[in-house]
């Protein structure tokens, strides 16, 4: 683990416990245009976010609560060097006291995650990777040893709601897994992958914060992912992406055969 990916899990999780954690369970919320919730623990954790980042390395930074017009000009406009910050991710969690929630940070270079960080700080869990360097948790490195199942005794984390209906109903019918979980957490669902706790993984559209440091994270330890649609995950938009994603190849295959078969 390289000093600078040290010193990014220190920000974050300086900023967890400074903004977000002395808001927990204390917070009023509201809504955003798109109907999700926010707070101000996330407007909070983001500006120390900008502040503290831009000390680390100086390069843009496109955050959750910035507008869709300035996330869109600083992706188009910053490709050799831009941080992508969600500063809570899973907040209708955070406001009802769900602890499943996590502050994700990623460096993105030529519109590819080098360095990425996904913090749950009521577990005290720190998920990091850095590019062709490996994918550790709380210091121990990514995969860890565990049992890969066969497709049909697999634990599957699948977000059903913006799947086609077809694939949407297939599932809840006749699931080719042995157990379904949906946290409402995208990046630390990423991360369960990674750590073998969950086997596979469906999400039927996400934001590149949802996606940027997670992703990174399950490919440096060694897991697979696609979309829907492409072989290649990051041949489609950044702003809504779908996700099938594996830890184990032979298993991923299946997963990805049995999906795009049903859509």
Not at 159 to 172: F, I, M, Q, T
Not at 199 to 218: E, F, M, P, R, V
Request: include cysteine.
């Amino acid at each position: 683990m390289t000093p600078m990916l040290e010193a990014l899990i220190q920000v974050i999780k300086s900023v967890a416990h400074a903004e977000v954690m002395p808001r927990y369970l204390k917070v009023a919320h509201d809504r955003k245009n798109d109907g999700s919730l926010f707070t101000q623990a996330d407007l909070a954790a983001q500006e120390s976010l900008v502040r503290e980042l831009s000390r680390l390395h100086d390069c843009p930074i496109l955050g959750e609560e910035m507008s869709e017009s300035v996330q869109k000009s600083l992706w188009s406009e910053n490709s050799a060097g831009l941080w992508c910050v969600d500063p809570i991710d899973g907040t209708s969690n955070f406001v009802h006291g769900i602890p499943y929630f996590a502050l994700s940070v990623a460096l993105m270079r030529h519109g590819l995650p080098v360095l990425g960080v996904v913090y749950d700080p009521v577990a005290d869990e720190v998920f990091s990777a850095e590019k062709n360097r490996g994918a550790w948790l709380n210091g121990i490195q990514l995969p860890l040893k565990v049992s890969t199942p066969p497709l049909n005794d697999a634990i599957a984390a699948v977000d059903l709601k913006r799947l086609p209906e077809n694939l949407a109903r297939a599932l809840g019918l006749r699931p080719p897994y042995a157990s379904q979980r949906n946290f409402g957490a995208s990046t630390l669902e990423w991360c369960y992958v990674a750590a073998g706790r969950f086997n596979l993984y469906l999400h039927g559209g996400q934001k590149l914060w949802d996606y940027a440091a997670g992703s990174l994270i399950l490919k440096e330890a060694g897991g697979l992912c696609c979309t829907l649609d492409e072989d290649e995950f990051w041949a489609t938009s950044p702003w809504s992406r779908s996700v099938i994603a594996g830890l184990h190849p032979p298993l991923f295959h299946a997963w990805k055969d049995w999906l795009r078969q049903h859509r």
